[in-house]
C-alpha cells in the first residue's frame, strides 16, 4: 500500500464547475500537507499548504484536513479552462527534507 | 522557475553509459533534491543535500550518485544508465517542513536510455 493513495483522474468538469480534488494517506505523523499544481511538461509549483488540521482558503482555491480520516482535499471554485493540470498532493513530517507525493489527478475544464 | 535551472533539457543516451544531470540555484538555498517523475508513480525522491558536502539517499536512490561541491550545484550521476532510468527528472530547492514549507521545482530533464 502506498503511503499516499490518489485518483489519476483524468477529471472533465465544465467551466466554472466547483472541483474536488483529494488524497488519503497511511501515516498519522503527517503534518504538513501541500497541493501543487503541474501544467504538461513544467515543473510543479506550489498552490497551497497547511498544517495540521483545518481549512485554508486563498482566492478560489480551499485546502481541507481531516486527519482523524487522514483525507486531505483542494476545492476549485468556478473552474476555469487555465486550472487545466495535474494536481498532486505533498505530504511530511515537521523538521524533515522529505516530503512524499501522490501520483497526482489530471483535471480537465471544458470552456 | 524560481532562479533554478537544469541541463540539460534533452537527453537520449545508450545502456551503460554514465549520465550526469545539473541543477544550479541562484537562491542561495540549503536545501537541494533530485526527484525523478513516471506515470502511476509519480514524484519519487532520489537523493537531498542538506549542505554542502551534505546528501543523502531518498526511496529510489540505486543507481543514482549525487555531489554537491558548492552551494548553486547539484549534480545527479547515474553511473550506468539503464532503460528503467529513463523518466523526467526534476530538481528542487527549499522545503524544511515546518520552517519553509515551499519547495521550488527547475523544469526538468527528459532523459532516455535505449
Known amino acids: 500500500q502506498k503511503e499516499v493513495e490518489q485518483d489519476p483522474g483524468p477529471l472533465s468538469v465544465p467551466e466554472g464547475a466547483i472541483v474536488s480534488l483529494n488524497c488519503t494517506y497511511s501515516n498519522s505523523a503527517f503534518q504538513y500537507f501541500m497541493w501543487y499544481r503541474q501544467y504538461s511538461r513544467k515543473g510543479p509549483e506550489l498552490l497551497m499548504y497547511?498544517?495540521?488540521?483545518g481549512n485554508k482558503e486563498d482566492g478560489r482555491f480551499t485546502a481541507q484536513v481531516d486527519k482523524s480520516s487522514k483525507y486531505i482535499s483542494l476545492f476549485i471554485r468556478d473552474s476555469q479552462p487555465s486550472d487545466s493540470a495535474t494536481y498532486l498532493c505533498a505530504m511530511s513530517l515537521s523538521g524533515t527534507y522529505k516530503y512524499i507525493f501522490g501520483t497526482g489527478t489530471r483535471l480537465k475544464v471544458l470552456a | 522557475d524560481a532562479g533554478i535551472t537544469q541541463s540539460p533539457r534533452h537527453k537520449v543516451t545508450e545502456t551503460g553509459t554514465p549520465v550526469t544531470l545539473r541543477c544550479h540555484q541562484t537562491?542561495?538555498?540549503?536545501?537541494m533534491y533530485w526527484y525523478r517523475q513516471d506515470p502511476g508513480h509519480g514524484l519519487r525522491l532520489i537523493h537531498y543535500s542538506y549542505g554542502v558536502k551534505d546528501t543523502d539517499k531518498g526511496e529510489v536512490s540505486d543507481g543514482y550518485s549525487v555531489s554537491r561541491s558548492k552551494t548553486e550545484d547539484f549534480l545527479l550521476t547515474l553511473e550506468s544508465a539503464t532503460s528503467s532510468q529513463t523518466s523526467v527528472y526534476f530538481c528542487a530547492i527549499g522545503g524544511l517542513a515546518g520552517v519553509d514549507n515551499e519547495q521550488f521545482f527547475g523544469p526538468g530533464t527528459r532523459l532516455t536510455v535505449l
Open positions: 497547511t498544517y495540521s488540521s
Open positions: 537562491e542561495n538555498h540549503r536545501y
